[in-house]
């Protein structure tokens, strides 16, 4: 004969795993996210180390093509025979603050979209600190209720009545 009790443990189980389970999936999907942009900004120092270390041994070895643009940029000045082509006006070109390292710089890494948890009803109470305290308590409820023993009905003893005469 099958115990209905059973069905209980089973529900009262199943709820309270999900209400361990559901917060614990939400921080390591958290986690794999700031890994995942840890790892991102890594890789953007690692860049940036690269390319100044490519400048500064550029600037050690001379490297003409840095001297002219940088002579260009900082002193105004050109090359003998040359003539700058000017794509702004000279007077806001001199007011704008020079930074060589606008072509150094490598690009910002991308920041991971944000982890948006999945919207159920279940997981909006196991999210939540009063309401996954009642479900705890429900199904811990459920699960000792699941275990009580059957109630077994008493059997009907027929008692014979005797007349006694008298």
């Known amino acids: 004969m099958f115990d209905p009790g059973w069905l209980f443990v089973l529900a009262g189980g199943a709820v309270f795993v999900a209400t361990a389970l559901i917060p614990a999936f939400d921080d390591a999907h958290i986690a794999e996210r700031q890994v995942e942009q840890g790892r991102g900004w890594a890789d953007h120092q690692t860049k940036r180390v690269e390319r100044y270390s490519d400048y500064l041994d550029a600037l050690d070895r001379k490297d003409p093509t840095l001297i002219a643009s940088l002579a260009a940029t900082h002193l105004h000045l050109r090359p003998a025979g040359k ?8 007077e806001e070109a001199a007011r704008k603050p ?3 390292f606008e072509g150094v710089e490598p690009e910002p890494p991308r920041t991971p979209a944000a982890y948006k948890p999945p919207n159920s009803v279940l997981g909006s109470l196991a999210r939540g600190e009063r309401s996954r305290l009642v479900l705890f308590a429900g199904a811990s409820l459920c699960i000792f209720w699941g275990l009580l023993p059957p109630v077994t009905p008493r059997k009907k003893v027929k008692v ?3 007349t006694v005469d008298g």
């Not at 003539?83 to 000279?90: K, N």
């Open 83 to 90: 003539q700058a082509i000017l794509f702004e006006d000279p």
């Open 98 to 100: 020079i930074n060589v």
């Open 160 to 162: 014979a009545a005797r």
